[in-house]
Every structure is written in C-alpha cells, then in structure tokens.
C-alpha cells in the first residue's frame, strides 16, 4: 500500500518556479501622492449641479443611431 501511496503523489504535476519581473503599474491621471480626496470635494458640484452637468455631457456625445 505505502508504495502505491507513494506513486499517487509523485505522479502530480508541478509549475516550475520562475521569477516573472515585474514593474510597477502606474496610474494615470490623478497623482495619488499629493491629491486630497477632502479638498476636492469641497470644490466639487452639490447633487443637482453634478446631476445638470452630467445630463450636459451625455447629450454633448455623439451618439450613433
């Protein structure tokens, strides 16, 4: 039996360990490290200005019939 066990495991196959290089992913458009989240919500649009604004933009793209 031991020797039947033995055999099961060996038989599995396995990933050879390779070192992938990776680089680090960059963002664009916000600098993270010096935006402030607080900052630019007090100088943001209130609800119904975002909402105006945002019904703006939608009907400003050229949308194919």
Partial sequence: ?????NKSENSKAEE??????TSKIRFK?????T???DE????GFTPEEFKVEMYKRIKA???KK
């Fill in 61 to 63: 793209y050229p949308w």
């Fill in 16 to 21: 050879p360990s390779i070192g992938y290089e």
């Fill in 40 to 43: 630019e919500v007090k100088k």
């Fill in 29 to 33: 458009g916000i600098d993270r490290a």
């Fill in 1 to 5: 039996m031991d020797a039947e066990k």
């Fill in 35 to 37: 935006f402030n989240f």
